[in-house]
Structure formats: structure tokens, C-alpha cells
């Protein structure tokens, strides 16, 4: 069928009669002809493809859904002239460019065509983006021979797609970085021919990479995060194995991006693209580049964009772990804001991988700041009880953030106890002395009357449930700490100190613990009861609510064993002090190396910005 339709081209005008074959079989107006049957008859006619004519065809197969258009634009791209496919290249950006200015007009001629006929705008740019990649084939017989000039136009209209509803999809996005980049690397074997004007040239190659990555590069995804998380943190290295679908294709985009900056032999132009290549770069130092990007990454956690990227720049630059942690300068001030918004990140947002990552990386932050803003972050996040939506209450998500961040104390006074001295100056670190009970007791080891009243129904609770998890990782840094500050540096060991707390915590818990385990086990016998006397009766699925409710009062039972066990923990502990079979001074290095474990997914919590003055009137009078 194609042969007898090119047969005429032996008596008529050939590109005419070319060009309309193609278009013919675009429309489906021949029975039997396909656009792909033309590309694979014109792949072995080499001589008859030289009569296409781009400058026609291209408006016809830039917008086609056909399946044989990337084929036949392979074929024009190959065999016709390097000079008119870029002027009809150039003419076809117009009319994209016309055609997204108007999103109210594209939006409704897209619906007259029907779906399928055309596709989108964001399709048509990649499309172009590598017909464009001709221009290293056009032969320069004089300096003024070609021009750039369809390059900022080209960024531009990118631009303008990437900014709609409907723009670059995560494939499409990756795939533009790819084209782009090979474009510049094409358009460098040009300059490298020329004598003059390299430089102006690899200015407008720079200013369109760098733009082309802030329009795309949040499309990248190569799991960045994870993979840092896997390095810094190898014995939870499981997170590596549930790597996103595809990483892979992100990483190579990046490392073209990375090989066409250094074919020009330039930075990129804005923090965007710049922070997107440091990120993903495998040769960089953490203090120049952090201390650099950091008020990028502050903006980056605001507006959730980048994330992947600053996650992992924070990971690795703060972990102990990784080579260029002893770079940073941990007490600059300008680090300070991350403690105010990573604590909100790793409450808030919806993935439990960056609710993780993000606590791990607050853990890390804390580590290397100052004692006393350690103190003034920590207070809040153990002792602020703040407001969260209604749905999110109900969840009991606004207090999982003051349970976990306990785990976070513990560590911080570990770390201050393992040295004999402060940051500086010879001062004692407030963590590793009396202050630390002065300030954190009145937040953390307090226990409401509500608590020790709970019936049957209140252990079901969400927030209830919650609350004794709290008050068991209050027994358990009670214990720790009284085990490892064998020196009494912090005052735990005082008589009235631990009068204190076995008034106000243990003995409340020693009453009200077994009856609340007991409450729990009789409702699980009861509702088990309940549960065979409906299935002898009934004999059917009738039992989905009973499953539900006993599954409410088994949820109840993991923190009230906690407790129990915590309570006997430090019972045992108090008769070994007292017989002295506690060694003088425990070894102090079980100082977990990779941080606070920490949730695999914290939860909500909403977390007030700290001030200097808040700080002063929290320590005045200690």
C-alpha cells in the first residue's frame, strides 16, 4: 500500500506528493495506511525521505497523537535539512507559545478536537526541544551564520507550560531536563567551532539550563532523602529497600545536568538550580554549601518544595556519621530556625518517611547547638500541649510530638553528662546540672488527677492512650538517668528530689496501673464472650464491631504493661542503690550513636517560634 502511494513520486512533484502521504495517514484518510507503515518504508528509502519537507510537516506531527509520530519526527530530524527543521522548529514554538498564553482557548479547542487527537502542550515542548538538537549538524561558513535567539523563547514557553495545572507530568518533567541538557551539549559543539563570541554564548546556554531546572527540577524525585538516610543511619538501612519506583531515571537526569554544567564550564544562575546540583552532587562540602543554601532550605520546608533535596543535604551534613559533619559550625545562630520548623515537618506532614527523616535530623541539630538552646526547644516540645484540627485531635495527633520528643531529652542529657565541662568557657552545661530538673520536672514529671480516675471507656481513648505512653517514657528517663548520673550532677539522687517524684508519679502509678491493666483484661474476657456467644447463636460475619472494640482495649494494654514494667524497673533500681550493688559510675557510653530512634512516623503537633526573651524568663531566678 505505502509503495503504490509513493509511486507517484516518480511523475509528480515529490515533496508535494510526500507531504501528502504523510498527512494522509496522520488523518486516517486511506484505509490500511498507518504513519508508522510510512517511517519503516522511508527508513529504507533513504533517497525518497530526502524530499520531506519539514517546514510543513512539522505543524501536522509536533501535535499529533499519532503513535508513529516520534518516528517520523526521528526521520525528518535525520535526513532533512538542518536549516529548515530549526525554522520550522522555530515557527512551531510560536504557536505553542500562542497557544498557552490563552489557557481559556486551549482548554476548549482541546475539547472541540477530542481527546487524543492532540496531544499536550508540555508533549509538544519535548517534542521540539529535541528537533531542536539539529542545530550541531548546521554547517557555520560565517560568524553571523546562526543566532541563539530561539533559546530564551524556548526557556520561556517552558516556563509557561511548567506553570499551568495541567503541565509537565513527573515523567515528562525528567524527560525535558534530559532533552534540555543534550540541546546545550549539541548547541557546544557549535561554539567550540566558533572563533568568537563563546562567551555570550554559553551565557544564554547557562541562563537556559538554570531555567529549565527551576521550572522542572522538582520532578527529579531520585529518593535523595532515603538514600542519605540509608548512609547516615546504615542499621536502619531498611528504608533503602523501599526506594521510590523510578529513582533511578531521576539520578541519571541529574547526572546529565551535572555533565552539561561542566561542558560550559559554568555555575548555574539562580539558588534553585544551584541547591538542586549541590544536593545531588557526590563531591561537595557541607559548611560552604550549607551555610550557603540555607536560607533556601528554610524555604524549601515552608513551602514543601525540594524536600527530597533539603532532607538530605541536612542529614548529611549534621550526622556524626558522614565525613563532613566536623566541618559545620554548630553554634552559628543562622541554624537556629531549623529547630522551630523541623519539629512542625515532622509533625505535620502526611509521608511517615519525612516525618521520620525530619525528627532524626532535629535529633542531629540538637546535638551541636548550645545547651541552652537545646533547653528552650525542648521545653516547648515536651511541655507545650498546642491546638490541631479537629480530625487531627481525633487522631490523637497533637501530643505523639511532646511523647517523642522525651526520647530527645533523654539523649541531650546523656550527651551533656559525658562531659565534664560545657561549650565553652568552662561553664557547666545546664543539661548536666541542677537547672535541668528546675526546668523540665514541672513539664515532664507531672501527672494529672483526670489521669489516675480513668474507667473503662477513657482507656479506649485515643488521647488517654497517648498520655500513658507519655508518662512511660517519663519512667524510663527517670530510670536512665538516675542509672547513668552516678555523680548526681543533675540532682536526681537528692532526697527531696526523688520524694518528689515517688509522690507525685509512683505512687499514684503503683494504685492505678493494676487497676487499669485489670479493667483492660476483663473487657477483653467479657467482649470475647460476648464475641462466641453471638457466633454459636448467629453463625454469621456479625462480629466486625466486637472485633473492633476488643481490638481498642488490647491497644490500651501495650502502655499499661510499660508502666508496669517501668515502675518495677525503678523499684529494683532504688533497692540496688540502697544495698550498693550499683556500680559508682556506670559506664556512660551507651549513648545510642545513631540518635533518638524516635517514631517511624511522628505525628502532628504545631510548634511556637522561640524567642531570646522567652529563654531569659525561663532560666531568670535558677
Given amino acids: 500500500m505505502v509503495k503504490d502511494l509513493l509511486g507517484i513520486l516518480e511523475t509528480e512533484d515529490p515533496s508535494a506528493a510526500l507531504t501528502a502521504v504523510v498527512i494522509s495517514a496522520l488523518d486516517e484518510q486511506s484505509p490500511g495506511l498507518t504513519l508508522s507503515s510510512v517511517v519503516g518504508y522511508l527508513l529504507n528509502e533513504k533517497d525518497v525521505s530526502g524530499y520531506l519537507d519539514p517546514l510543513t510537516l512539522l505543524t501536522h506531527l509536533i501535535p499529533s497523537a499519532d503513535p508513529g509520530v516520534e518516528g517520523m519526527l526521528e526521520v525528518v530530524r535525520e535526513r532533512c535539512s538542518s536549516k529548515e527543521v530549526m525554522i520550522a522548529c522555530e515557527e512551531n514554538l510560536e504557536r505553542v507559545g500562542r497557544m498557552v498564553g490563552d489557557s481559556e482557548e486551549w482548554e476548549w479547542e482541546g475539547e472541540e478536537e477530542g481527546e487524543g487527537k492532540e496531544v499536550s502542550p508540555s508533549i509538544q515542548i519535548l517534542r521540539l526541544i529535541r528537533m531542536f538538537t539539529v542545530i550541531s549538524t548546521i554547517p557555520l561558513r560565517r560568524k553571523s551564520a546562526l543566532s541563539l535567539s530561539f533559546i530564551p523563547e524556548l526557556a520561556f514557553t517552558i516556563q509557561r507550560v511548567g506553570g499551568r495545572s495541567d503541565g509537565f507530568s513527573k515523567t515528562e518533567g525528567r524527560d525535558g531536563l534530559w532533552y534540555s541538557a543534550e540541546l546545550v551539549e549539541r548547541v ?153 520548623l523541623l519539629p512542625v515537618l515532622s509533625s505535620t506532614h502526611p509521608d511517615p518517611f519525612i516525618r521520620h527523616c525530619a525528627f532524626r535530623v532535629l535529633g542531629e541539630i540538637l546535638s551541636v547547638v548550645p545547651g541552652l538552646v537545646q533547653v528552650e526547644v525542648l521545653v516547648d516540645l515536651v511541655g507545650v500541649k498546642v491546638k490541631v484540627k479537629a480530625e487531627e485531635e481525633r487522631e490523637g495527633l497533637g501530643s505523639k510530638m511532646r511523647v517523642e520528643a522525651i526520647g530527645l531529652v533523654k539523649d541531650a542529657v546523656l550527651r551533656a553528662l559525658e562531659r565534664d565541662r560545657g561549650e565553652c568557657g568552662g561553664e557547666v552545661n545546664v543539661l548536666a546540672s541542677p537547672r535541668f530538673l528546675q526546668v523540665f520536672a514541672p513539664v515532664l514529671f507531672v501527672l494529672e488527677d483526670s489521669i489516675v480516675k480513668l474507667d473503662r471507656e477513657d482507656l479506649e481513648r485515643n488521647e488517654t492512650i497517648t498520655e500513658l505512653t507519655r508518662l512511660g517514657e517519663v519512667l524510663a528517663l527517670y530510670y536512665v538517668l538516675v542509672m547513668r548520673d552516678a555523680r548526681n550532677r543533675t540532682g536526681i539522687r537528692d532526697l527531696d528530689n526523688r520524694a518528689n517524684f515517688e509522690r507525685t508519679i509512683l505512687a499514684p502509678l503503683r494504685v492505678a496501673v493494676p487497676r487499669w491493666i485489670g479493667v483492660v483484661q476483663g473487657g477483653l474476657r467479657k467482649e470475647e464472650e460476648v464475641f462466641k456467644e453471638k457466633k454459636e447463636e448467629e453463625k454469621s460475619h456479625t462480629s466486625g464491631g466486637l472485633h473492633s472494640h476488643s481490638h481498642s482495649h488490647s491497644h490500651a494494654l501495650a502502655p499499661l504493661v510499660s508502666l508496669q514494667i517501668g515502675l518495677e524497673r525503678i523499684d529494683g533500681m532504688w533497692e540496688l542503690t540502697q544495698s550498693r550493688l550499683i556500680p559508682p559510675d556506670p559506664d556512660p557510653k551507651g549513648l545510642d550513636p545513631e540518635g533518638p530512634r524516635g517514631p517511624d512516623s511522628p505525628q502532628k503537633s504545631d510548634v511556637p517560634s522561640h524567642s531570646g526573651s522567652a529563654m531569659e524568663r525561663r532560666f531568670s531566678g535558677v
Fill in 188 to 340: 557546544m559543539d557549535l561554539v567550540e567551532k566558533r572563533e568568537e563570541g563563546e562567551g555570550e554564548w554559553k551565557d544564554i546556554l547557562n541562563k537556559y539550563i538554570s531555567t529549565t531546572i527551576d521550572t522542572l527540577g522538582t520532578h527529579i524525585q531520585a529518593s535523595l532523602a532515603k538514600r542519605a538516610f540509608g548512609v547516615c543511619f546504615p542499621r536502619f538501612g531498611g528504608e533503602i529497600e523501599r526506594l521510590d519506583e523510578g529513582w533511578e531515571r531521576g539520578d541519571e537526569v541529574v547526572r546529565k545536568l551535572e555533565s552539561c554544567f561542566s561542558r560550559i564550564r559554568m555555575v548555574p544562575v539562580s539558588v534553585f538550580s544551584g541547591f538542586v546540583l549541590f544536593a545531588h552532587s557526590t563531591r561537595w562540602e557541607s559548611r560552604v554549601g550549607l551555610t550557603k543554601y540555607l536560607p533556601f532550605i528554610l524555604t524549601s520546608i515552608q513551602t514543601n518544595t525540594l524536600l527530597d533535596e533539603s532532607l538530605a543535604v541536612l542529614l548529611l551534613s549534621f550526622s556524626p556519621s558522614h565525613s563532613h559533619s566536623h566541618s559545620l559550625p554548630p553554634s552559628s545562630p543562622s541554624f537556629f530556625p531549623l529547630l522551630s
